[in-house]
């Protein structure tokens, strides 16, 4: 099992780069090829554009299996670039680009004067981890920005996390670790991204998430388990054009 994993892993990776380096080499071509004249303003407005850039990462989250991130990604690129492709009103457009930024700009200022958790100590250094991944005393930080990332604690104690995912695909397993704090948190910020995390059966979880057009479900099959009353895990943080999972 752990061997599939890993492979589908490195598939995942593997994937993701073959796909960039290809979207890298055609924006090449198309820019060359319309400096040559070969190709129209129309085609190269619709290639070379923002929106289409929202679409490519859509798709490697799709590769990544982020569904909820790969959706959000295509449909806001495919909604931003209709006008280019045919002949739509552009009220419509129009009337939503202030809406649109003004949104990022909350999302910003949010970000910048949020309060910062207190790191946790008392921990052990694991000795698995995958891309940016860093595990420190049982204490988990994971910031991916525009990448992907997966980490096993092996720690006796999970101590708490901080993750900061923003358009990227965020795994964090659990299933090797216990709490025995009272009460540990999992603190995230999410902004265009998807993030897994793998957990016991028989944990008992509590979400206090701050959701934006995303979700947070729990996926585990836990109708046969007894649940460890003595020990809760929180994850609480914000959420926006993402999802999170519980497995």
């Given amino acids: 099992m752990e061997t599939n994993q890993h492979a589908f892993t490195i598939f995942?990776?593997?994937?993701?780069?073959?796909?960039?380096?290809?979207?890298?080499?055609?924006?090449?071509?198309?820019m060359v090829s319309h400096n040559a004249g070969a190709i129209s303003n129309y085609w190269y407005n619709?290639?070379?554009?923002?929106?289409?850039l929202l679409i490519l990462?859509?798709?490697?989250?799709?590769?990544?299996?982020?569904?909820?991130?790969?959706?959000?990604?295509?449909?806001?690129?495919?909604?931003?670039?209709?006008?280019?492709i045919g002949n739509f009103n552009a009220s419509?457009?129009?009337?939503?680009w202030p809406n649109i930024l003004i949104l990022i700009g909350v999302i910003i200022l949010f970000h910048l004067f949020k309060p910062?958790?207190?790191?946790?100590?008392?921990?052990?250094?694991?000795?698995?981890?995958?891309?940016t991944s860093t595990s420190e005393n049982g204490f988990v930080k994971i910031n991916d920005v525009f990448t992907s990332s997966k980490l096993i604690v092996l720690d006796p104690v999970f101590k708490g996390a901080q993750i900061r995912c923003s358009f990227a695909g965020t795994i964090l397993d659990l299933r090797r670790t216990k709490l025995e704090d009272k009460e540990t948190y999992i603190e995230i910020?999410?902004?265009?991204?998807?993030?897994?995390?793998?957990v016991p059966e028989n944990w008992k979880i509590k979400t206090q998430m701050n959701t934006?057009?995303?979700?947070?479900?729990?996926?585990?099959?836990?109708?046969?388990?007894?649940?460890?009353?003595?020990?809760?895990?929180?994850?609480?943080?914000?959420?926006?054009?993402?999802g999170i999972e519980l497995r």
Wanted: charged share 20%; with cysteine.
């Fill in 189 to 198: 910020d999410c902004d265009f991204g998807g993030i897994n995390i793998l």
């Fill in 116 to 131: 910062r958790k207190k790191e946790a100590q008392h921990c052990y250094n694991t000795k698995e981890s995958f891309g």
């Fill in 92 to 96: 419509l457009f129009q009337l939503n």
């Fill in 12 to 30: 995942k990776k593997m994937s993701n780069r073959i796909i960039m380096g290809v979207a890298f080499i055609a924006a090449g071509v198309i």
């Fill in 57 to 84: 990462i859509g798709i490697m989250q799709l590769v990544a299996r982020r569904y909820t991130s790969a959706v959000l990604l295509i449909l806001i690129g495919g909604f931003f670039i209709l006008p280019i």
């Fill in 46 to 52: 619709i290639f070379i554009s923002w929106q289409m």
């Fill in 212 to 242: 934006f057009v995303g979700s947070c479900d729990d996926k585990r099959f836990t109708d046969m388990t007894v649940i460890d009353a003595e020990h809760t895990l929180f994850i609480r943080g914000k959420l926006s054009f993402g």
